[in-house]
């Protein structure tokens, strides 16, 4: 197998366990996008989620104009919508790391764990009351992002 099919299916394995539902639960996979047309693709995605067939009633974009729709009567106040649950998750850990001027040591802490929900807000206390630190967001050095991107 491709390198590329070989990420796809480790995509695919890793979106379904981390979404914690087993592949019984799942009535049908809803196919949206031209990529998707891809006998290859589609072949993985069958045997990942252990479909015989795929679904593709949807078009891509009545799709995303219906959701768009859906989010902005969810958020306005003068429109009553059904309640949906909507939850958007961090799907790669953040980090900082910071050292006080005058100071050898490194520290770094974990601000967002995976899967940590947004949008969120995280207090940090420095214990320094001499100020002067030097201070770096980033992805843990051990993340899954995609290769080449600036951690």
Known sequence: MDPFMNAFHMC???SLSRS???CNRIDSVEL????????IVQEAIKSIFGKKE???????QDCIARGCALQASML??????????????NPIPISITYKFRGKEKYITKELFKLGTTFPSTKSITFENSTGGADLLIHYPDKCDII?????
Do not use: Y
């Not at 949206?32 to 006998?39: F, K, L, Q, W, Y």
């Not at 290769?147 to 951690?151: K, N, Q, R, V």
């Open 76 to 89: 306005n106040p003068l429109i009553q919508t059904a309640p949906f649950e909507i939850e958007e998750f």
């Open 32 to 39: 949206v996008g031209e990529a998707t047309r891809i006998p």
């Open 12 to 14: 695919l394995k890793t």
């Open 20 to 22: 914690g539902i087993s």
């Open 147 to 151: 290769p080449g991107l600036p951690t």
């Open 54 to 60: 795929l679904s593709r009633t949807l078009n891509s």
